[in-house]
């Protein structure tokens, strides 16, 4: 939800206070998903022209319209491109104000009734009808750093942190496909690097690991350029992970020429040669394979376009042999056939990546190696303890893909995976010794889940103490796929409360205090009472009755709509509950780490076909994969036509 | 920091000599002696960043006055060379709505755009060129490198702010509107790639005399494959096009490096130095995870790295704006949640502890370089150093007096030791009149800017 465009911080906070109901909003058409998409739309046309356009010409366009345009706002281009997925954005957030009785504002003359905000709220619900089917661009790729490494492992047996001097990067949602000088200098170095790895410069006779990775010798008299051809093709068959183009192989016996040219032996220009291949575009981003592409519109992608996107989600490295042969003899797209491959890769260990690449994100533990915490009060929190801490939330989420067990799972189990490193922090010491991770049956109903999870509690603490804040703000968004806006800007000071009296405060007494400002309530209304009730975990994840302050840990609390708990294993027991809200928000995020973009405009009604499906299954990970990988936009892609390409050509 | 980039004690350039510090194009006029005296060296712009803003009691100067005679403790460390920098009070940020939920996202990458990122297009970064690559455009076509881009921390911070890119958080330096240029963290990558050494076991350590034709070919490949493919696609790949160039260029100048070191030991003289330049400073890679000696040795690289004019544009993201604690002050506490202090005296202590930890490390490196000789003063009078943040007040994110401190006569054309009050201007004025200074012909202002800022030169 986005809240930006509102005028000023001050209205922005009052804004807040009806935030959590309007997430809901997209649940409203999901039972209708059967029916045909076109109703569907008519429908939403309807709703639009009835609900929507008279509100905003009544209640809205004086302020924000063509003449004004408060708070940079201007609804009139929206009232004509309601399904615009830019435009989108804004009216969930006009949703949200108008639900929240922020918008209109008081001091506005007409105010709406309660069915007309009704009316407009309804028609707002189904705007992602009025989206034009759309799978989203899928621009060329660059191979993350990981991807990379695997991938040259992959191909010439190297060790994948051949790559470790590359920068550090975002992958999935956010990752940022650029190429900067810098990452074109560490290809070609790390080409070098490869090749002198594998091809130890030797004697004048062909070693064996010149023939292994550069084909045989060719017979005395053999046209060597005939050869080196055919060395080509096999090398950038694979490297590119698709059949190469007579074109780029002639690149290619051009850079073979220029070795020979220069003097190189046989064996040494296709050195060269191999180096070409591992700087050349086709290898360090996933290109499609076709020639000539369509003009315009959608298409799908081609199989070795569609194997590596595969294989790159579930393995982060290239696809095997028996995905390559599939993409080869055109059977991929088939949808039993990708189905049964993506129950394959799942099962292979290489699909750890899932974790390391998506889960780790999810979880917030990718930070855990780096993150600081006060060694005077946490002595613990060594490199063995962040690492067993990693471990046991990678074993957890693989036992749930795995097993194909249901979303619900990340929240309510009754097993973790421990080794004597971790166990004290759950009080295990006397059963759990050793040094090797493995699965542990809990009794504790406050443990088991990630919300008791201490890897996930440290993260969400600050380096001396926890933050119920954070911890809150990390259920609602991680858990619960709820957003939540940030602090507004200009927060006014907490100063007029008398120190000593504060002094004395619990921690639990003094975040209160934020609830006493009008500014700030809306928001910790919400975050805090979920926080709270995690309080029992220290900043590392172990149980405690008491804080730092001494005082007893008030671990009660109401969730909005009057739910209320009393410890870690009622708040557990309630969010596990949100069986719809904790596979949809898995499902989005997923989706996007698998799409590498936001999801937006049409993507919305791709959730909902696949929330459809999932809930009939019980909301199984493996099927939850599955189906995103067989979704129309990781099928698909839009794509720009190329008219001004010659124009441009630089 | 990451712990994977322990290094050896130390790494000394000795022996490496004067033969570094050249610029291989012949067109180049710094340091054609023989044919004038008074050559004038090329002047080089640095920029460095810490994020939050600063405790504004402890950082503006009292007055013009007593800028040199008493500065603010922010500055204490400064005091050696307060004569070489300006200070300016009214230099606005950019106005952020409609990213009024998105402060720290865009404190640095709006520092040194002057711009917004597309509101229409969030989830990818599309904001502006910054003044860093724009100067690298122009004088960047001189040297082995273009520009250098440092940071300390590793850009992957994972965090959604008003819908904007991920990127936006860690990224100040953009080659184009959608090329964010990610920042080297590793102090020992920095040294080989601005020498071209190869401390790698097995590697010859020399460029492959072949590899700058080969990959002329493997362009003209990527050419073909442009053609074929829609628009988006050809956006992606002129972005590896550009890239390629640029390593075709380092690898053209390390041999021409490489040549003149032959030449050199066969005993024919080339050096276009002066005799009376100081020689390439040492680096020392610290071993430890101390933050102030690895951006030490980070400071020192840069400081390197324009005395031998391998680049003429550096950016150092000191710290981002993230999670960032710093254990060696005493304290555990993030650096953000320090700044949201409510006037709290303890946050107050720990943000001014922070900022002058930061600046003493800028101070450092200008230092340094005002102790280098070249040509008839010091490097640091051909510099423009900048040290500053993208906002001014972290507690409220306020953005109106943006702090910043320059270091460095800019070649003679910024007018330094003084401290100057009611400036009117905004961000991109200021770059743009940077840029200026450095001598690079603008067709058009940066970001928001509408003007140069007359009363920080010395030729306006």
């Known amino acids: 939800m986005r809240i930006s465009e509102l005028p000023s911080g001050l ?229 590119y992970r698709r059949p190469p183009a007579e074109a780029e192989l002639d690149v290619l016996l051009g850079v073979f020429d220029l070795g020979r040219t220069n003097g190189l032996p046989y064996y040494e220009a296709l050195r060269l040669m191999a180096k070409a ?63 049964s491959q993506v129950k394959r890769l799942l099962k292979d260990p290489r699909s750890r990546a899932l974790f390391d690449g998506f889960g780790a994100q999810w979880l ?28 046991e939330a990678r074993l957890f989420f693989d036992s749930i893909v795995r097993e194909n067990r249901s979303v619900v799972r990340f929240v309510d189990s009754d097993y973790t995976f421990l080794n004597g490193t971790l166990a004290p922090i759950y009080g295990l010491e006397n059963t759990v010794t050793g040094s090797r991770m493995r699965r542990v049956k809990l009794t504790d109903p406050n443990r088991g889940g990630v919300l008791g999870m201490p890897g996930v509690l440290a993260t969400t603490s600050l380096p001396n103490r926890t933050s119920p804040v954070k911890r809150g703000v990390w259920v609602l968004e991680q858990v619960l796929g709820e957003k939540v806006p940030p602090p507004p800007p200009n927060v006014p000071a907490l100063e007029k409360q008398d120190q000593k009296t504060v002094a004395q405060l619990t921690l639990r007494q003094r975040t209160e205090l934020h609830r006493t400002d009008a500014v700030c309530a809306n928001c910790h209304k919400i975050l805090d009472p979920i926080g709270f009730g995690l309080e029992n975990f220290d900043a590392i994840g172990r149980w405690r009755d008491r804080d730092d302050t001494g005082g007893a840990i008030e671990a009660a609390g109401e969730l909005p709509g009057g739910k209320r708990f009393s410890a870690p294993k009622d708040l557990k027991t309630l969010i596990a509950a949100r069986s719809d809200d904790l596979a949809r928000n898995l499902t989005e995020k997923f989706l996007a780490y698998a799409l590498c973009r936001q999801l937006e405009g049409y993507d919305e009604v791709v959730v909902d076909h696949l929330m459809e499906t999932l809930a009939k299954d019980g909301y199984r990970l493996q099927t939850l994969i599955t189906e995103i990988a067989t979704s129309y936009p990781f099928t698909h892609r839009r794509v720009q036509d190329s008219i001004a390409s010659t124009l441009h050509e630089k | 920091m990451k712990s994977n980039h322990r290094m050896d004690r130390r790494t000394c350039l ?52 007593s800028f040199l005679t008493s500065p603010p403790p922010a500055l204490a460390s400064l005091r050696p060379v307060l004569n070489q920098c300006l200070m300016m009070k009214g230099i606005s940020g950019v106005p952020i709505a409609p990213f009024n939920g998105a402060p720290h996202a865009l404190e640095l990458s709006t520092w040194l755009t002057a711009a917004l990122p597309d509101a229409n297009q969030r989830d990818v970064i599309k904001i502006a060129i910054s003044a860093d690559q724009i100067a690298a455009n122009f004088i960047g ?114 041999e021409y490096r490489q040549k003149e070191a032959a030449l050199e030991a066969a005993g024919v003289s080339v050096s276009k130095r002066l005799a009376s330049d100081s020689p390439p400073i040492d680096i020392k890679i610290p071993e430890g995870e101390k933050r102030s000696e690895y951006m030490e040795v980070m400071c020192d690289l840069n400081v390197l790295a324009f005395q031998t004019d391998t680049t003429r544009v550096s950016t150092y993201i000191g710290s981002t704006p993230n999670g960032v604690s710093y254990p060696e002050l005493g ?130």
């Open chain 2, 14 to 65: 000795k022996g490496i000599g004067a033969s570094l510090a050249l610029p291989f194009l012949d067109t180049m006029a710094w340091a054609e002696t023989g044919k004038s005296k008074t050559v004038k060296p090329p002047v080089r712009l640095g920029f460095m960043y810490m994020p939050h803003g600063v405790i504004m009691e402890q950082f503006w100067p009292k007055s013009p006055e």
């Open chain 1, 11 to 239: 209205q922005r906070a009052k804004a807040l206070c009806g935030f959590m109901l309007i997430l809901t909003w997209t649940g409203l058409a999901e039972s209708r998903v059967n029916r045909d998409f076109a109703a569907l739309k008519a429908d939403a046309q309807k709703s639009f022209q009835d609900g929507v356009t008279p509100f905003v010409k009544t209640y809205c366009i004086g302020c924000h319209g063509q003449d004004r345009q408060k708070g940079g706002i201007n609804f009139q281009p929206a009232l004509s491109n309601a399904g615009d997925a830019t435009i989108a954005k804004r009216w969930k957030q006009a949703a949200a104000n108008v639900k929240a009785h922020d918008m209109p504002p008081a001091n506005a003359k007409k105010q709406p009734t309660d069915s007309e905000r009704q009316a407009f709220l309804n028609g707002i619900a189904q705007i992602k009808f009025l989206s034009q089917k759309d799978p989203g661009l899928f621009v060329i790729r660059r191979l993350t750093k990981v991807e990379y490494g695997n991938t040259l492992h992959d191909l010439f047996g190297v060790d994948p942190t051949i790559a470790r001097e590359l920068p550090d990067e975002v992958i999935g949602e956010g990752y940022l496909n650029t190429l900067s000088p810098l990452q074109s200098e560490q290809y070609l170095s790390i080409a070098n690097e490869v090749l002198d790895r594998i091809l130890p410069r030797g004697g004048a006779t062909p070693s064996s690991a010149q023939r292994r990775w550069l084909g045989s010798v060719p017979r005395s008299g053999a046209d060597l350029r005939v050869a080196a051809r055919t060395v080509a093709g096999s090398l950038a068959r694979k490297a």
């Open chain 1, 277 to 339: 291949v591992l700087v050349s575009p086709q290898f360090l981003f996933i290109t499609p394979q076709g020639e000539g592409q369509p003009v315009g519109g959608i298409v799908r992608l081609d199989d070795h376009q569609l194997a590596s996107r595969l294989s790159y989600l579930l393995w982060s490295t290239m696809p095997d042999a028996e995905l390559s042969g599939l993409a080869d003899r055109g059977k991929l797209h088939d949808p039993a056939v990708l189905r």
């Open chain 1, 364 to 391: 917030g533990l990718a930070s855990l190696e780096s993150k600081t915490f006060d060694a005077a009060k946490f002595p613990q929190m060594n490199a063995e303890m962040r690492w067993a801490m990693y471990e």
């Open chain 2, 331 to 460: 304290f555990n506490d993030e650096h953000h949640s320090q700044t949201h202090h409510n006037n709290e005296a303890d946050k107050l202590g720990k943000v001014a502890a922070i900022t002058a930890f930061n600046i003493a490390q800028f101070a450092r490196m200008v230092q340094k370089m005002h102790q280098l000789k070249e040509g008839d003063g010091t490097l640091l009078d051909n510099c423009i150093m900048m040290w500053g943040s993208g906002l001014e007040d972290g507690n409220v994110h306020a953005r109106e007096n943006l702090p910043f401190i320059l270091a460095g006569k800019g070649g003679g054309s910024l007018n330094t030791g003084r401290f100057l009050t009611g400036v009117k201007g905004n961000q991109g004025d200021l770059l743009t009149t940077l840029l200026a200074c450095a001598g690079i012909p603008l067709d058009r202002p940066v970001g928001i800017a509408t003007k140069q800022i007359r009363e920080m030169t010395t030729f306006l």
């Open chain 2, 141 to 254: 076509g001189f040297t082995a490198l273009p520009s250098l881009e440092l940071a300390t921390m590793p850009q992957t911070h994972k965090e959604n702010q008003d819908g904007l890119n991920e990127g936006y958080y860690s990224h100040c330096s953009f080659r184009s509107a959608t090329q964010a240029v990610p920042a080297e963290i590793n102090p020992r990558n920095v040294l080989n790639r601005l020498f071209g050494k190869s401390n790698k076991t097995g590697s010859s350590g020399k460029a492959d005399p072949l590899d700058r034709q080969m990959l002329d070919l493997v362009l003209g490949g990527a050419k073909d494959l442009r053609r074929k493919l829609p628009r988006d696609d050809q956006h992606k790949l002129d972005e590896y096009l550009d890239s390629v160039r640029s390593v075709e260029r380092r690898i053209a100048a390390i």
